[in-house]
Nanobody, 124 residues
Framework: QVQLVESGGGLVQAGGSLTLSCAAS????????MGWFRQGTGKEREFVAA????????YYADSVKGRFTISRDNAKNTVFLQMNSLKPEDTAVYYC?????????????????WGQGTQVTVSS
């Protein structure tokens, strides 16, 4: 069984930065893609970023491209989301997810395990 635990969320002013971390347990972490999704209040869950199993390929939602950076440390079973130039519309619960395949995907159907989420609130 895989467990994913997110951390690093909090309250930040617009223009500020936060780094989210997701620690994974289980043997499959280093062989699969990892992703971040978010869900704002009253909104559907949406894709944010994904990184392939070796970290060589990354994908971003247009809304965060150029501001967010996803990375992973397979030796530590951890994936990160560096968020810069945060905007109030980035406010959401952020979830990390472990993919079913090595290749990164933006489709939530391609992820089999999900964390509990961490709240990010950006004040204007």
């Amino acid at each position: 069984q895989v467990q994913l635990v997110e951390s690093g969320g909090g309250l930040v002013q617009a223009g500020g930065s936060l780094t989210l971390s997701c620690a994974a347990s289980g043997r499959t972490f280093s062989t699969t893609t990892m992703g971040w999704f978010r869900q704002g209040t009253g909104k559907e869950r949406e894709f944010v970023a994904a990184v392939s199993w070796r970290g060589l390929s990354t994908y971003y939602a247009d809304s965060v491209k150029g501001r967010f950076t996803i990375s992973r440390d397979n030796a530590k079973n951890t994936v990160f989301l560096q968020m810069n130039s945060l905007k109030p519309e980035d406010t959401a619960v952020y979830y990390c997810a472990l993919g079913a395949f090595p290749r990164a995907t933006m489709n939530s159907d391609g992820y089999t395990f999900w964390g509990q989420g961490t709240q990010v609130t950006v004040s204007s």
